[in-house]
């Protein structure tokens, strides 16, 4: 699959970025990209966040924000898969264009500002999900949440979506990292996050008093070692039960072409691989390794996901790498992650994790 994807990918990157992922979400919907026999091993599942991940492979958010191909993505071999980000409202996001790709980087700026359809559209496709005979009952669905632009008080929205899907995801993710949205990382600072994490998990134990669905914070990778230090401390004292590291940066490396950098947006692929594995490896060291960590960043090969595991990330995540890559680069990747185990002698995946420190 991987050779046919390289031969047809000129002519998919001649096609306007965002028309080009809206008629891959059609062929996943539609069965034209298919399901494969994924790779599966004991020694790549784990229990993290009290849930069972047959491997630690997912997509990341951003990619079906409005639910519609959960289950297709599941059988493409991913462990689990975060849906959203979804707002209360609809919003039509950005001005486009909004995605611009760099082949010669394996990069992708996006500006897209939460388009979705709200609440509304995602919790029948939700629930379609939910229910669909033919899901992996391994599966594992994660939610991420936004606030709608223009929103002046952030944890109405969030404690919103708290009430409307806590019972229906695996896990939440609180999304405060896009840069696309004005003000939101303002809430990555001490007290705005303290205040706000204090209301949400208060929110999650009320929805789901016997089992509260895990809680994680998604971040950017643009924090200075002392914002860092101070979030890793409020996650902690606000018993959050996870993090993402790390959502898109601002920075623009000198080796982007200037047409390319000079758009406004978050970066994504391979140019931010080294900066999200350096923040993972500093918030690991900083929680001592009792928070699980999600790595995301430029994953685009088994030696990518395997080096931020040994950073300290439990799980990872990719997106734009499956631009790049192809429809079966999680069952590239978990098999490439079988042959570096078997190099460094583990068992299971969970004994990488962490093991550079």
Do not use: W
Request: glycine share 10%.
């Amino acid at each position: 699959m991987q050779k046919l994807y390289r031969f047809i990918r000129p002519g998919i990157f001649k096609i306007d970025p965002e028309a080009a992922h809206g008629l891959t979400i059609k062929a996943l919907k539609t069965g034209v990209i298919k399901s494969c026999n994924p790779t599966k091993s004991d020694r790549l599942t784990q229990d993290v966040l009290g849930l069972k991940f047959e491997n630690p492979v997912g997509m990341a958010a951003g990619f079906d924000k409005n639910a519609e191909v959960i289950v297709p993505l599941l059988k493409l071999g991913f462990g689990f898969t975060e849906a959203g980000t979804v707002t209360p409202k609809p919003q039509g996001g950005n001005p486009r264009p909004r995605i611009f790709r760099d082949p010669s980087n394996d990069a992708v700026i996006n500006r897209m500002g939460f388009p979705n359809g709200g609440i509304r559209a995602f919790k029948p496709n939700l629930d379609k999900a939910r229910n669909d005979p033919t899901r992996p009952d391994d599966g594992i669905i994660g939610i991420n949440i936004g606030m709608n632009k223009g929103q002046q008080n952030p944890a109405e929205d969030y404690l919103e979506l708290i009430s409307e899907f806590a019972e229906q995801a695996d896990y939440l993710t609180v999304n405060i990292s896009s840069p696309n949205t004005p003000g939101l990382r303002d809430l990555q600072e001490k007290e705005p996050l303290t205040e706000l994490l204090s209301a949400l998990m208060k929110r999650v134990r009320q929805v789901c008093p016997d089992y509260p669905t895990p809680l994680l914070v998604k971040l950017a990778p643009d924090l200075t070692e002392k914002q860092q230090e101070e979030i890793a401390e409020t996650l902690i004292e606000n018993k959050v039960n996870g993090v993402i590291l790390t959502n898109t940066t601002l920075d623009r490396p000198d080796t982007l072409p200037s047409k390319f950098s000079n758009e406004t947006g978050g970066l994504s692929g391979a140019p931010v691989r080294d900066k999200s594995t350096k923040v993972i490896k500093n918030f690991y060291k900083l929680t001592k390794g009792n928070l699980p960590i999600i790595g995301v960043g430029g994953i685009q090969t088994a030696e990518h996901a395997y080096e931020k595991i040994k950073a300290g990330a439990s799980l990872v995540q990719l997106y734009t790498g499956m631009i790049y890559e192809g429809p079966n680069i999680a069952n590239n990747i978990n098999k490439g992650l079988l042959e570096l185990m078997d190099k460094d002698g583990f068992e299971n995946i969970s004994q990488a994790i962490g093991a550079d420190h």
